[in-house]
């Protein structure tokens, strides 16, 4: 299995431009999340999907957008990049939230700098 | 407020030495807990989780940590440190129904193992 996937790895944006963040799972995990992490600040979670079809907010939603069509992936769109944007977006996956045992696992990372 | 807490930026150990990595939380109901290393530049892994049963929890490389319902802890522990061991660490915790199983995260310690 190759786990969980994220490109690009790197990414510079100017203001204003909109990209999308890929993720993918090849575990059928149900649960998949985006966290921002930034320096000082840990992991903070930008949204998430409890399954196909079904996504929620997390603690900074603001200027992103997601969906989840399939199990497998779960793409992060930056609508229109502001420097406050620049950071560290991991992917995460997990088998069900529902059940709280189950520990997650995470994508090697995208760095992204808007400038 | 629900949080989980990691009271240290960073923990500087000599090889060879015990390290404690410090965590606590503030849920409602029972917690679920969880360590996660992180080396850079690459994503979380998971190192271990307290669900229930026995409060000491074994886990990857070597670590365990101590799960301490009364002083609302979570210690992760090595007997002694190896300079491969320097890394981000961070704290999780999971609870519900109201938290909805939606780990949170501490800021992270970083952990620096000199030799």
């Known amino acids: 299995n190759a786990g969980v996937t994220q490109t690009p790895k790197f990414q510079v944006l100017k203001t204003g431009q909109s990209m999308t963040l890929q993720c993918a799972q090849d575990m059928n995990h149900e649960y998949m999340s985006w966290y921002r992490q930034d320096p000082g600040m840990g992991l903070r979670l930008i949204h998430y999907?409890?399954?196909?079809?079904?996504?929620d907010q997390g603690e900074v939603p603001n200027g992103y957008n997601v969906s989840r069509s399939t199990t497998e992936d779960f793409p992060l769109r930056l609508l229109s990049a502001a420097p406050s944007q620049t950071s560290v977006y991991f992917c995460a996956s997990s088998r069900d939230r529902s059940q709280p045992t189950y520990e997650q696992y995470f994508g090697p990372g995208t760095r992204l700098t808007v400038t | 407020a629900q949080s989980v807490a990691q009271p240290e930026d960073q923990v500087n150990v000599a090889e060879g030495n015990p390290l404690t990595v410090k965590c606590t939380y503030s849920?409602?109901?029972?917690?679920?807990l969880f360590w996660y290393v992180q080396y850079p530049n690459r994503g979380l892994q998971f190192l271990l989780k307290?669900?229930?049963?026995d409060n000491l929890v074994k886990g990857s490389y070597g670590f365990e940590a101590e799960f301490n319902k009364s002083q609302t802890s979570f210690h992760l522990k090595k007997p002694s440190a190896l300079v491969s061991d320097s890394a981000l660490y961070f704290c999780a915790v999971k609870w519900g129904p109201g938290g909805s199983y939606i780990p949170t995260f501490g800021r992270g310690t970083s952990l620096i193992v000199h030799p």
């Open positions: 849920v409602s109901g029972n917690p679920y």
């Open positions: 999907s409890v399954g196909a079809g079904i996504t």
């Open positions: 307290y669900i229930t049963g």
